[in-house]
């Protein structure tokens, strides 16, 4: 069955500093491959997607994603991280049928000033 | 401006009660979903519909109806069988298709007394 794992529940950087958020999907197919971002109370925000091409994809707020096929992983990273950026990350993937996105557990990120 | 509401953001019920939560979109998309958030879990899909008058079960169905008689609205039935219906619930609709990602709402609490 599809899955997407995230190993870090929670993270704690300090502002100023590099971030990076681990995500793995098992998946058999070519994967479509999202990460959103959450605030507390809120719904949750697409960051990037990853769907063909160059495995380096930009997207909002200075964020990246690399996808890594060998690995099977598509991490999440940040040269500099701001305060503004504590939030629960949620990777996720879709299925090529039925229109089903998968999401994983998430991780929470607390920004020390 | 486009996006999707959901109501009420917070809503009580009673053990035993059924209670309906509200999701309207004005971006024009065929697909729509219900996701319920626990805290530790990420989300899980409840219910999604690709087009007017069709909808499938997710992976956590029991105890949840839906209803998709108009493009712009999904709203989801918590019934009494749901036996742990406090949750945060989500709504979010899409363009349909391999690459549309999720646009969400706000979010709606429930909690049961």
């Known amino acids: 069955a599809q899955s997407v794992t995230q190993p870090d529940i929670h993270i704690t950087v300090s502002e100023g500093a590099s971030l990076e958020l681990r995500c793995n999907y098992s998946y058999g197919a070519t994967p479509y491959l999202f990460w959103y971002v959450q605030s507390p109370g809120q719904g949750l925000q697409l960051l990037l997607k990853y769907f063909s091409g160059d495995t380096l994809v930009q997207g909002i707020k200075g964020f990246e994603a690399e996808f890594k096929r060998s690995q099977s992983s598509f991490n999440l990273r940040k040269p500099s991280v701001h305060w503004s950026d504590a939030a629960e990350y949620f990777c996720a993937v879709k299925q090529t049928s039925y229109d089903k996105v998968i999401f994983g557990p998430g991780t929470s990120l607390s920004v020390i000033p | 401006d486009g996006g999707i509401t959901q109501s009420p953001k917070y809503l009580f019920r009673k053990e035993g009660q059924n209670v309906t939560l509200s999701c309207e979109q004005n971006?024009?998309?065929?697909?729509m979903y219900w996701y319920r958030q626990d805290p530790g879990q990420g989300l899980r899909l409840i219910y999604y519909s690709q087009i007017v008058n069709d909808f499938q079960k997710g992976d956590i169905a029991e105890g949840y109806s839906v209803s998709r008689e108009k493009k712009e609205s999904f709203p989801l039935t918590v019934t009494s069988a749901q036996k742990n219906p406090t949750a945060f619930y989500l709504c979010a609709s899409s363009i349909g298709g391999l690459t549309g990602e999720l646009f969400f709402g706000e979010g709606s609490r429930l909690t049961v007394l």
């Open positions: 971006l024009n998309h065929d697909a």
